[in-house]
């Protein structure tokens, strides 16, 4: 079936450390992948995507790259700041499946 | 405003009572989801609607819980007789596309629902 396993939490580092969040799925077919992020008090929000194998999805210094061989799609930054600070959900769209999400604080 | 709102924010409800929980998607998406997400735990996909039509229940929980989108915009989540159990927020998702669901989903705030 298909399943997301996301590494759990909660992340402390401190600013411009550098940030993995680990992700692998299982899945029929193809899927996309997604990392939303959950700001505290706001909506989930999309912050990356990959569409296929070996695509590399970036927005606001983050990067993850969608590799087939070992069904991961784990999240990057390389110097994370205060208002990184927030809750990491690594999702695929078949059957729209969202892992347990990752709790990130960043202090200064 | 532009993005999805859900209504209300908040509900407390005693155990057994019924509630509807509404969800405004954003103008002209033709894709809508709701999910339940537990309190440290990431959302659980519920049910998905292509304009009126509802075409994935399988995450239902149980027979208690029933959606609607009667005119293929608004959306109602209806849980009747509610369980502690029920307690979580309830997310709403809106989505322009198809047939890929999840490009591109925007989510609303959430309800958060306390079965007391």
């Known amino acids: 079936g298909n399943s997301v396993t996301q590494m759990e939490g909660p992340v402390t580092l401190s600013e411009e450390a550098f940030l993995t969040i680990n992700c692998t799925y299982t899945?029929?077919?193809?899927?996309?992948l997604f990392w939303y992020v959950q700001y505290p008090g706001e909506g989930l929000q999309l912050l990356l995507k990959a569409t296929k194998a070996d695509d590399k999805g970036s927005n606001k210094g983050f990067e993850a790259t969608y590799r087939k061989e070992t069904t991961s799609f784990h999240l990057e930054k390389g110097s994370v700041q205060v208002s990184d600070s927030a809750v990491y959900f690594c999702?695929?769209?078949?059957?729209?499946?969202f892992g347990t999400g990752t709790s990130l604080t960043v202090i200064p | 405003g532009a993005g999805v709102s859900q209504s209300p924010r908040y509900k407390v409800a005693k155990r057994g009572q019924d509630v509807a929980l509404r969800c405004d998607p954003i103008s002209g998406h033709v894709s809508l989801f709701w999910y339940q997400q537990a309190l440290g735990q990431g959302p659980e996909f519920l049910t998905y609607?292509?304009?009126?039509?509802?075409?994935?229940k399988s995450g239902l929980p149980s027979d208690r819980f029933f959606a609607e989108r009667p005119e293929g915009s608004v959306s109602t989540l209806k849980i009747q007789r509610t369980q502690q159990e029920d307690s979580a927020v309830y997310l709403c998702a809106s989505s322009p596309l198809r047939p890929d669901p999840l490009t591109e989903a925007f989510f609303g705030q959430g309800t958060r629902l306390t079965v007391v």
């Open positions: 899945a029929t077919g193809y899927p996309s």
């Open positions: 999702a695929l769209s078949n059957q729209f499946y």
């Open positions: 609607f292509q304009n009126e039509a509802q075409l994935d």
